[in-house]
């Protein structure tokens, strides 16, 4: 995926308070829609020019390498020359396109969650009825999610350091934001078709949110099981059983 750099500061690149009810999701999900998931642009400012062929596969080589180094050593021990070193480069490389390592972690949420609602919306909107987008949603973001075991290893790793850190707290804190909301607006959806979900939105979302990360939770201790596909299969059918009409 090709990506341009990003040269602001690193407040930026995170997501400010909401005005509304789905400012976050709408932010991310239209810098997928409007070409992001092939160019690797984030929200914000004026870029500078593509990096060429070459330096945009530096890039995804430097963000897969942060993936793999806090899979491996945690958030804390995850260094810039660290980075540099899993990705065959330079330190002064990763600055070069990253101004600091906050910089290059929230641009790397940024990308990661600007994926998953556009994709999220994407099979919601393509389904015959609200229940089977929820279902289809749910297991197409399971499938992105377990065929990457290493961004499984480093979303924990991330999760169980994030008390010690300001900064990644609040980045943790978007990534549940925008699977709350992306939610929130599937029930918004599903209303202006007429049905209205038993429960309300913020218990609904929470419930969903909650349920993914637990059964998430199990395939990072012990990977994939029979158990737990079958318990995923239910959690599917059981969150689109809210979306059906009565």
Do not use: C
Not at 193 to 205: D, H, K, T, V
């Amino acid at each position: 995926m090709a990506y341009r750099s990003v040269r602001r500061p690193v407040s930026s690149t995170v997501p400010r308070k909401r005005t509304d009810r789905y400012t976050f999701v709408h932010r991310y999900a239209a810098w997928v829609t409007n070409g992001a998931a092939t160019s690797g642009i984030g929200p914000g400012p004026a870029r500078a020019a593509a990096p060429t062929e070459k330096g945009a596969r530096q890039v995804e080589a430097i963000l897969d390498a942060t993936v793999q180094s806090i899979a491996s050593r945690g958030y804390a021990a995850t260094s810039l020359a660290r980075i540099a070193e899993e990705a065959g480069t330079t330190k002064r490389m990763v600055l070069y396109y990253f101004e600091s390592r906050e910089h290059l972690f929230s641009e790397l949420v940024l990308r990661i969650v600007g994926q998953m609602v556009a994709q999220s919306r994407a099979d919601f909107d393509a389904a015959a009825d609200p229940a089977e987008g929820v279902r289809v949603s749910l297991r197409h973001a399971w499938e992105r999610v377990t065929g990457d075991p290493v961004l499984v290893r480093a979303y924990f790793a991330v999760l169980g350091e994030a008390g010690a850190d300001p900064v990644l707290r609040e980045l943790l804190d978007h990534v549940r934001a925008a699977n709350l909301e992306v939610v929130a607006l599937h029930i918004e959806r599903a209303k202006e078709r007429g049905i209205e979900p038993p429960l309300a939105p913020e218990i609904l979302s929470l419930l969903m949110f909650a349920g993914f990360r637990g059964l998430l939770l199990e395939f990072y201790d012990r990977g994939q099981t029979p158990e737990l596909e079958q318990a995923v299969a239910l959690f599917e059918q059981t969150v689109g059983a809210a979306f059906a009409p009565r």
